[in-house]
């Protein structure tokens, strides 16, 4: 049993991956022509669904199909739909609040959902989850915050800036009569540039993984909890809707 869940877990993630590296590669240009109001309605739409099928649906239609499950498997079932609901709609809160005050979009889907939820199973089946330790729902977090870009590179971005900065401003700095003055002061410009990189990753990340955190672990702690994931399913339909 442990073998077999390993390799749908595998299926899940091999059929996503090529399309996530399309996604990283094309998703501006995707974004950008779904935002065209020249062109029909459904015709800006099909890349945004062949992307989001190839990464979030492709693999688990697979493995339902391989093993013969049902999505009543899942928690797709009608006991404690209700408090499942209730539970997703609360946790979605902080999200929806970040994005008002950011006036962002969070693009995402019905199959997205499922595939979150699928996933989280397949994981918890190895180790079963804890009163708080949920290990499938921290993992579908960070694929969620990866897919969504909520990540940005300050850090990265960086470090060719303290190279640049050490190319055109070391000779002034550091010229044919050096002082000791000189060289503190430069060692200084390149410790804030530096700093000012590591304290926007920081406090930038955390301002916009935390919501990100709250909506996929919570959702996927309370299907856990409530045995029921219509609420993981039917809480994408309002960020799906900003696509139309």
């Not at 949920?134 to 060719?160: E, K, W």
């Not at 409530?226 to 339909?237: C, E, R």
Request: with cysteine; hydrophobic share 55%; net charge positive.
């Amino acid at each position: 049993m442990t073998s077999q869940i390993k390799k749908d877990i595998t299926i899940i993630m091999t059929a996503s991956f090529p399309f996530i590296i399309l996604y990283l590669i094309t998703g501006n240009a995707i974004w950008e022509y779904e935002q065209n109001m020249s062109h029909p309605l459904l015709l800006r739409l099909l890349p945004v669904f062949f992307i989001q099928f190839g990464m979030t649906c492709l693999g688990i239609i697979i493995v339902l199909i391989k093993n013969k499950e049902r999505l009543s498997d899942h928690g797709l079932v009608k006991r404690n739909t209700l408090l499942s609901i209730m539970g997703c709609f609360a946790v979605s809160i902080p999200m929806a609040i970040f994005l008002w005050l950011s006036g962002d979009h969070f693009y995402m889907g019905l199959g997205e959902g499922l595939f979150y939820v699928i996933l989280a199973d397949k994981i918890n089946a190895l180790r079963k989850p804890t009163k708080l330790w949920n290990r499938g729902a921290f993992f579908c977090t960070l694929i969620a915050i990866a897919i969504h870009g909520m990540i940005n590179y300050d850090v990265i971005y960086t470090i060719p800036a303290v190279f640049s900065f050490i190319q055109d401003c070391g000779p002034s700095f550091l010229g044919n009569n050096t002082s000791i003055e000189s060289i503190v002061l430069f060692i200084l410009s390149i410790f804030v540039i530096l700093l000012n990189g590591i304290m926007r990753f920081v406090f930038g990340n955390l301002f916009m993984m935390l919501p990100v955190g709250i909506l996929i672990y919570g959702s996927l702690f309370i299907r856990e909890k409530t045995g029921n994931a219509w609420g993981n399913i039917l809480l994408w339909l309002p960020f799906g809707l900003p696509m139309i």
